[in-house]
């Protein structure tokens, strides 16, 4: 069990990873689940992501008081709203605009509710 859940930690790194450069892909959250599934599977992993430079503040601010830092806040708002202009200017049907709006919306409103880091 603990190789499935070391596998799914480096699965959700690989994602993370991958987010950074894609802003439809959502880095911070594969990093808590990396985090999660490190947890149980490998002190090693975990230890490496919690105590990384760049990630390991995230990940504690989120599991110590469910916080994000103000940066992120704003790269988060950013990201979102360059996907949401993208899809405007790209004439994405309204349907879909009006998903997007509700979805990314209600995904603001969570972010930015939370203690800040």
Do not use: E
């Amino acid at each position: 069990m603990r190789y499935l859940w070391a596998g799914l930690g480096l699965f959700c790194v690989a994602l993370a990873v991958v987010g950074v450069a894609l802003p439809l892909l959502p880095t911070v959250p594969f990093l808590l689940l990396a985090a999660f599934f490190f947890a149980r599977s490998s002190s090693r992993l975990h230890n490496w992501l919690i105590t990384h430079r760049t990630f390991g503040p995230m990940i504690l601010d989120w599991q110590t008081s469910g916080a994000i830092r103000p940066a992120a806040k704003k790269a988060a708002t950013l990201s979102v709203a360059a996907v949401f202009g993208l899809s405007a200017l790209i004439s994405v049907p309204n349907h879909v605009l009006i998903i997007q709006a509700v979805v990314l919306g209600g995904v603001m409103a969570f972010i930015w509710t939370r203690p800040n880091g």
